[in-house]
């Protein structure tokens, strides 16, 4: 009889510990994903998925971006933010994992008491001085799957630290090259200014002569002028952006920061991505996903234990004195409790726990497959963006080129009276927009030529941590 019901125990208890709604092919294929990306354009494209394992911000070469990137890995508020609330985790983690453990106090008694008796008074002392433990089996692996969910949310949390380091390095990147653009044109609306004052003093001169009407000096005048108000907006903005670095940066809000670089860098036309199935392993917003999942699928094991009865230990052991008149009594004193407690009447409060965690898994279930579906999205965007915007940039140069042609043209043939002011005032108007354009969509095939590196994740995270965490060690 006795080893039937050890059998059921022991049957009931593995039954409990390997509870899991994990679909693992649900986890190592979330969703149908193609075997390489169809935005995918050269095969290059697919090759070198290495590239994305280093710090991605090096192929640039631009040793004032590395510095900034570095600065703020030690020092932006958000990311400090994100290691705090690791950090909690971790020790929740170790709170938990204690709980696997006995827990052992020691305790201290002392009593002195008088009470009256016929004959007169009775005084009494006594001391003690023990031991006390207890601890609760984990029969059906209850706090054993608390502690792995405690785990699982404090690694999940170190991959929110490392999605922090992929999003601030993207967002710097992107200011800083912004900050460029705005610098480059303001160097534009300047040289711009200057060739327009130039032609203004032809086209006064011109008129002092009597060739032109004064239409074409109030057209050359309106030109410059709106041209001057350019640069005031361009400067307001080169700032906002200089702010914004600053705060990443964990400044006070200044000029400066992103240095005096006034050209944008060449890129590469190629842009290694590796294939979809790589993705699953260098996403950090995936792994965290994942990772919840699992937390929330212990959690369920946890839930269908506690409905189980639950088994605790307790003892004591110490030495005891007692001063009675007119005889002393000392000792060594223990004792050693089991105490087994069998839930029976909650009112369903345990069985609704079982169910609401059950869909707690679900709901993490599909919000995982939600983060695997926007990380595609995300690298198929990128993938799109950076095509496009390499076709636009080889039409928008062709067209740069032409309308600067057509402004020496116009301006020499106004020179030498063979038109009137109107073609030099419009193929100012459009060489200037088209150089300005140009500038823009260079500037945004960095930014796109980023949000892929952003997209593509990498492992280069862990080794960036470690060293923050020295660093802020030794501060």
């Not at 170790?94 to 009470?115: C, D, I, M, W, Y």
């Not at 940066?249 to 290694?272: I, M």
């Not at 609704?352 to 579906?373: C, G, M, P, Q």
Request: charged share 25%; proline share 3%.
């Amino acid at each position: 009889m006795i080893f039937k019901r050890t059998l059921i125990l022991a049957l009931m208890a593995i039954a409990v510990s390997s509870c899991t709604m994990i679909n693992k092919e649900q986890v190592k294929r979330p969703v149908d994903s193609p075997e390489v990306y169809k935005s995918a354009f050269l095969k290059s494209d697919l090759e070198g998925i290495e590239a994305m394992q280093c710090r991605w911000w090096l192929a640039f070469n631009d040793e004032k971006l590395k510095a900034i990137i570095e600065e703020a890995f030690l020092s932006n508020p958000s990311l400090l933010q994100k290691l705090a609330r690791f950090e909690q985790y971790v020790a929740s983690f170790r709170v938990s994992r204690s709980r696997q453990l006995p827990g052992v106090s020691a305790e201290a008694n002392a009593l002195r008491s008088r009470t009256p008796l016929a004959t007169g008074h009775s005084t009494a002392e006594s001391q003690s001085l023990s031991l006390a433990a207890n601890f609760e089996v984990d029969l059906w692996s209850k706090i054993r799957n608390r502690k792995n969910a405690a785990r699982y949310d404090a690694l999940a949390t170190k991959q929110d630290v490392y999605s922090m380091y992929l999003s601030l390095s993207a967002e710097l990147a992107s200011l800083y090259y912004l900050a460029i653009e705005q610098r480059a044109q303001l160097a534009l609306t300047n040289n711009t200014i200057r060739s327009f004052e130039t032609v203004t003093e032809l086209v006064e001169q011109r008129y002092k002569e009597g060739l032109v009407s004064a239409v074409d000096v109030y057209h050359a005048r309106q030109t410059l002028n709106a041209t001057r108000a350019r640069a005031p907006q361009l400067e307001a903005s080169l700032a906002q952006t200089e702010h914004a670095i600053s705060i990443l940066l964990g400044r006070y809000p200044e000029r400066g920061t992103s240095g005096e670089l006034k050209e944008l860098p060449k890129l590469s036309e190629t842009f290694p991505v590796g294939i979809p199935s790589t993705l699953l392993k260098t996403r950090p917003d995936i792994e965290a996903a994942l990772l919840r999942l699992k937390a929330s699928d212990r959690r369920v094991s946890a839930a269908i234990a506690d409905r189980f009865p639950a088994i605790n230990l307790i003892a004591n052991y110490g030495e005891s004195r007692t001063i009675l008149d007119p005889s002393n009594i000392t000792g060594i004193y223990f004792n050693a409790i089991a105490q087994a407690a069998m839930p029976l009447l909650d009112w369903g409060g345990r069985r609704n726990e079982v169910k609401r965690s059950k869909a707690v898994f679900k709901e993490k279930l599909e919000r995982y497959k939600e983060v695997v579906l926007i990380a595609f999205k995300e690298v198929e965007d990128a993938l799109v963006k950076n095509r496009t915007i390499e076709e636009e940039i080889i039409y928008m140069t062709e067209r740069a080129e032409a309308t600067e042609a057509a402004l020496r043209v116009a301006i020499e043939r106004y020179r030498l009276g063979l038109t009137d002011y109107l073609p030099v005032l419009t193929s100012q108007n459009l060489d200037f927009e088209a150089q300005s354009a140009l500038l823009s969509a260079k500037r945004r095939l960095l930014t796109e030529r980023i949000t892929l590196a952003r997209s593509l994740g990498g492992n280069w995270m862990e080794a960036e941590l470690n060293y923050t965490i020295t660093e802020l060690k030794g501060k």
